[in-house]
């Protein structure tokens, strides 16, 4: 098994006191930094898949992206050299009258990941902190808005159309529980994901 495929399985098997060294081992093989990265996103795409699917849980789901995290803690020295890299900022929140911060905690690990410097505004957020996010801080170039619940769709709605109106070229990426492609698109929304790994592929997409 070449170093990158066991980097893959030991993220897939949430491995984190192995990862390091693995990801080390990788490095001095020759592999890239930035191919080892990918592997890891992928790795944790097919965790993200698992748990659409109900094969595993939130727990196990946690269990990757903390691996992946130390994986990537590895890495970052590396690839911080290569300021290319960084794709640009992202301001992330969970939209007002929602607390839930597990889904979000991990689209913001795994966006990090992927060389977006992130701002998490936390849960909770109302729409106009989203825009006094983006005027507060350099290069953002994509806003990420989750929300768990179905009562909060409307909050969801909002924190787009804010956003959109102060900032009409700005990207924004939606996701959570309740929201489907159809609902995104519908609140004008430029993306959505239905998990942590989707994210970070469709948020390099729309930046790119």
């Not at 701002?119 to 957020?125: A, R, Y």
């Not at 106009?128 to 909050?155: D, H, Q, R, Y």
């Amino acid at each position: 098994m070449s170093k990158i495929e066991e980097v893959k399985a030991l993220v897939e098997a949430g491995k984190s006191k192995k990862i390091a060294a693995a990801v080390q081992e990788a490095l001095d093989a020759g592999d890239k930094a930035q191919d080892i990265l990918d592997a890891m996103v992928a790795s944790m795409s097919v965790v993200g898949d698992k748990f659409s699917a109900g094969e595993i849980f939130v727990p196990e789901m946690l269990i990757a992206a903390k691996s992946m995290s130390k994986g990537v803690e590895v890495l970052k020295p590396v690839m911080a050299g290569d300021t290319s890299n960084s794709l640009g900022t992202c301001i992330m929140g969970t939209v007002a009258g929602d607390l839930h911060d597990i889904g979000k905690n991990l689209v913001v690990m795994m966006l990090e990941s992927a060389g977006f410097d992130m701002i998490d505004l936390g849960v909770d957020v109302p729409a106009e902190k989203f825009v006094e996010a983006i005027k507060e801080n350099k290069n953002v170039v994509l806003v990420a808005c989750s929300g768990l619940l179905t009562t909060t769709m409307p909050a969801l709605k909002e924190a787009v159309q804010t956003v959109k109106a102060a900032f009409p070229d700005m990207k924004v990426i939606v996701g959570g529980a309740p929201v489907t492609p159809e609902y995104a698109a519908e609140i004008g929304a430029d993306g959505y994901a239905p998990d942590a790994g989707s994210a970070a592929v469709k948020a390099k997409e729309l930046v790119a």
